[in-house]
C-alpha cells in the first residue's frame, strides 16, 4: 500500500511511563515467517498450557507470556482480524485507516478508540498503556513509521508484523517492496492463525481461515478466465501506482485464472507512466476506491473522471467499455479482504462477459 509516513519521536515522560509496562518483551532469532506455539486454546479463553505464545515473525522472536488486554494495532488490515476473531474487547486503539471498515464489524469497530485515521504517532500509543502492537507493513514498525520495533520491545511491549509483508519480500529499497516469491493466502491465514494464537482463541482462528477458503472456492467454482488481462491502480493519477505481478493481486489475478498486465514487474505497487498503460490496454481496470486523503485521485469517482478524460487513457478499451471494478484498497493488499477482491472481480468478470 502506497503510503508516507513522516518519523516521530516519543517524550522522556511517556516513555519513563511506558516502562512499567509488565508484559515479555521479544528477542530476534529465528527464521522469518514461520509460527509457533505450545499447546493448544479454545475459544474465548487460554489455558496454561497455551502460554508462553512464541512466534518466529519476520526475523523476530515474539514472546507473549498471556493475552492481550490492551492491544494496538496500527493498520486496517490487523484491525480487521482482530475484530474478525471478535477481540474488541481486547483492543485498545487502531490507526492507519484507508477505508471504512469491513461490513459486519461496524459494531465491534465502533467500541475501539481510533488513534489515528493515518499513522499516529509513538507518544499517542504509549499513552494508550498497550501490551501488544501488530501492524499490517513493514514501513509502519520501522524508521520512519510509527517506530521501529525495537522502541516497543525495550519497553517491554511484544510486537507483530503480518508476515505478508516479510515473507518473500524484500523491503530495503525506497518503494513499497519487491517480491521475491510470489504471495498466496497461506501467508494471510497463517496471520489469523498467530493472532488467534496469541490472543487464545485458536478456534476461531480455525473458524475464520475455513469460512474464508470456502468464500474463494464459492466465488471461483467453473471461473474461466484465460486470456483475460486486469491492471490495478491503487492511487495516483500523476505517477499512478499500478499493482506488479505478485502481492494481493495477484494472489486474486492467480485464483481468478486470469492475466495481470503487469506481471513482468516484481514490484510490489511500481509507479508507471500512462502511454504504457494505454499501450497494454487491459481488459478490465480495478480501481481502488480509497477513503484517506494521502494521494491524487484516491476516490474511484476521482479515478474514472481521470481516465475517461486524459487523452492518453479515455481511449482505452476497458474505460471505452466501462469496465471498472471497484474495490476497497484492504481488498488491494494481503488481507483477510483480499477474499473480497476475489469474489467480486469474478462476479464483474462474468457480468461482463469476460469469463464462463
Not at 135 to 161: C, D, I, N, W
Not at 298 to 311: D, H, M, V, W, Y
Request: aromatic fraction near 6%.
Amino acid at each position: 500500500m502506497p503510503l508516507a509516513r513522516p518519523l516521530r519521536s516519543a517524550r522522556p515522560a511517556v516513555l519513563f511511563l511506558a516502562g512499567a509496562l509488565l508484559l515479555a518483551g521479544c528477542g530476534s532469532s529465528g527464521p522469518a515467517g514461520s509460527s509457533g506455539s505450545a499447546g493448544s486454546g479454545s475459544a474465548g479463553r487460554s489455558g496454561a498450557a497455551d502460554r508462553p505464545v512464541r512466534l518466529d515473525n519476520c526475523g523476530r522472536r515474539v514472546v507473549v507470556d498471556s493475552p492481550p488486554r490492551r492491544a494496538v494495532s496500527l493498520n486496517q488490515g490487523t484491525t480487521e482480524i482482530m475484530l474478525s476473531l471478535g477481540l474488541a474487547d481486547r483492543m485498545a486503539g487502531t490507526a492507519t485507516w484507508t477505508d471504512p471498515v469491513a461490513k459486519g464489524l461496524e459494531k465491534a469497530n465502533a467500541k475501539v478508540k481510533r488513534l489515528a485515521d493515518n499513522a499516529p504517532s509513538f507518544e499517542t500509543v504509549l499513552d494508550t498503556e498497550p501490551d501488544f502492537v501488530a501492524a499490517s507493513f513493514a514501513s509502519t514498525l520501522g524508521k520512519g513509521g510509527v517506530a521501529p520495533r525495537e522502541q516497543f520491545e525495550k519497553l517491554g511491549v511484544p510486537t507483530y508484523l503480518s508476515p505478508s509483508d516479510c515473507v518473500g519480500k524484500d523491503n530495503s529499497g525506497d518503494g513499497d517492496g519487491v517480491r521475491t516469491e510470489p504471495l498466496t493466502m497461506d501467508a494471510v491465514y497463517g496471520e489469523v492463525r498467530d493472532l488467534a494464537a496469541v490472543f487464545g482463541v485458536r478456534e476461531r482462528g480455525e473458524k475464520l481461515v475455513a469460512e474464508l477458503r470456502n468464500r474463494v472456492t464459492r466465488a471461483t467454482a467453473g471461473l474461466d478466465a484465460r486470456g483475460v488481462t486486469l491492471m490495478y491502480w491503487f492511487a495516483n493519477s500523476q505517477s499512478p501506482y499500478l499493482a506488479g505481478c505478485c502481492g494481493a493481486p495477484g494472489v486474486v489475478t492467480n485464483e481468478l485464472g486470469a492475466k495481470n498486465a503487469f506481471d513482468d514487474t516484481d514490484q510490489e505497487w511500481p509507479q508507471v507512466n500512462w502511454e504504457t498503460v494505454a499501450d497494454r490496454d487491459p481488459d478490465l481496470l480495478v480501481i481502488g476506491d480509497l477513503t484517506r486523503r494521502q494521494q491524487t485521485a484516491e476516490t474511484a469517482a476521482k479515478k474514472i473522471e481521470f481516465l475517461e478524460s486524459n487523452p492518453v487513457t479515455r481511449n482505452m478499451t476497458a474505460v471505452k467499455e466501462k469496465r471498472y471494478v471497484l474495490l476497497s484498497g484492504q481488498a488491494m493488499n494481503p488481507t483477510v479482504r483480499t477474499v473480497e477482491g476475489i469474489e467480486k472481480l469474478a462476479a464483474a468478470l462474468r457480468g461482463h462477459g469476460l469469463a464462463g
